[in-house]
């Protein structure tokens, strides 16, 4: 199952998730995965703390930079930056519904501006670092493959997007929460090996509802990526087939023990330098899921995290307990 692509698999961009910490653990997962930045707004990078949104640690590479925003301008500059930051990638994002990315007129309701998308993409190409797309099926207004099909071509011939990253659901514009808007929508896969097979010179990455190795391999004969985003956040250890399955790669060596002891290290020299245990310690509970002592080691660290002097004993106590 060997395709030339270096987003063959990769774990999808999620606010309040996929921040430095995460990425971190999950590339002591996986060495070739690919990364997503939490979506950025361009007005975020312009103007506010550079170093706070775009500094990453150089292990979590192959790393994307998810952008949010719909002026071209901004959004070149933006990329310009993202390049001095040395991001492998740059993503637009057009899949987000939220009520506040509506207002500003950006993220899934773009899906109805395929031209505005495609001046964007054009701008941002001009730096050079490659740009890719992510978006929905498509809107409650506009539902139709004709639509999505039109999108993509209308993008794809104004600025040479190559990559297209498409959630399979509609983006129900109309008032749903973005977590509704993530379960509600049916899933139409076929909407998405479809344009593949209308489009086969575009890398097409499906991404949506994917929750194990057997659904990758499925999509995998329609398309050429597959991109996870909730499972692999409660799940980790998902992640760390990935090498030996998908890439070939000798498997990671290793035990969930050894990933947790890399783990807690890390967060320990992070707390050194003064970032509290609870930021990177919230993203481990997804690796005791399934562990015989699971239940218990979540409930021992939530109950002691904020407590004085945990730092000390933890890693110690909680190793104790990984069977
Ligand atoms: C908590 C959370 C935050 C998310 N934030 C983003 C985001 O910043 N940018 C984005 O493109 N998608 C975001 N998404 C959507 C995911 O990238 C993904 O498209 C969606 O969850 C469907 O994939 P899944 O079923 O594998 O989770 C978010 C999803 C979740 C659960």
Redesign the pocket.
């Known amino acids: 199952m060997q395709k030339n692509n270096h987003q063959l698999l990769s774990i ?6 996929t921040d430095t910490h995460f990425r971190f653990l999950s590339r002591i997962l996986s060495k070739k995965v690919f990364l997503y930045t ?2 950025i707004t361009t007005g975020a990078i312009l103007y506010g703390r550079k170093d706070h949104f775009l500094k990453f640690n150089y292990v979590e590479k192959p790393l994307s930079l ?1 952008l949010g925003g719909n002026d071209p301008e901004a959004l070149k500059e933006c990329v310009r930056i993202a390049s001095e930051y040395n991001f492998d990638e740059v993503n637009l ?1 057009i ?2 519904p939220s009520e506040r990315v509506k207002k500003g007129n950006f993220g899934a309701c773009l899906m109805e501006s395929p031209r505005i998308v495609g001046e964007c993409v054009k701008k941002m190409s001009e730096i050079n670092i490659p740009i890719t797309v ?1 978006c929905r099926i498509g809107t409650d207004h506009l539902n139709s493959f004709y639509n999505l099909k039109n999108f993509i071509n209308i993008v794809g011939q104004t600025s040479g997007c190559k990559t297209f990253i498409i ?1 399979a659901r509609i983006a129900d514009l109309s008032g749903l929460s973005p977590k509704q808007n ?1 379960e509600i929508p049916p899933l139409q896969y076929d909407y998405v090996y479809k344009i593949k097979e209308e489009f086969p010179d575009l890398n097409i990455i499906i ?4 929750k194990n190795i057997s659904a990758i391999k499925n999509h995998l004969s329609y398309v050429d990526g597959v991109m ?4 692999a956040y409660k799940n980790p250890w998902i992640i760390s087939s990935f090498d030996e399955i998908f890439y070939n790669k000798n498997g990671i060596d290793q035990s969930r023990h050894n990933v947790i002891t890399q783990y807690l290290e890390y967060c320990l020299r992070r707390y050194e330098e003064g970032i509290p245990l609870y930021q990177t310690m919230r993203h481990l509970m997804g690796l005791f899921q399934g562990m015989r002592n699971g239940k218990k080691i979540r409930r021992y660290i939530s109950e002691n995290l904020s407590k004085p002097g945990f730092h000390k004993i933890m890693k110690k106590n909680i190793l104790s307990s990984v069977i």
């Open positions: 999808a961009p999620m606010m309040g998730k939490e979506m998810q994002n899949g987000c992510k959630h993530r991404n949506g509802g994917i996870l985003g909730r499972e």
